[in-house]
């Protein structure tokens, strides 16, 4: 079987939802397709606890973005806005 024969093979097979795939000559076991960067959802703390709400400043807006932990931001920091 040539490269485009079983790349022309393997679309069917995906579009169609078949997993498994057997001939004499060929057996295939087909996973979950790998998902792009761009499908997964952004990672998102499960503790927000003590960061501040509302509009930041780009001060805060890099504290944070860098790591910053809250409690420890520079003096000035969150009351400046």
Do not use: C, H
């Amino acid at each position: 079987m040539e490269i485009k024969q079983l790349k022309q093979l393997l679309k069917l097979l995906r579009a169609e939802g078949v997993t498994d795939y057997k001939t004499p000559e060929l057996e295939l076991k087909l996973g979950e397709l790998p998902t792009k960067e761009s499908d997964k959802e952004p990672e998102t703390p499960e503790d927000r606890t003590g960061f501040p709400t509302g509009v930041l400043s780009n001060e805060a807006l890099m504290f944070y973005s860098s790591g910053g932990i809250p409690g420890e931001e520079p003096e000035g920091l969150i009351d400046g806005m």
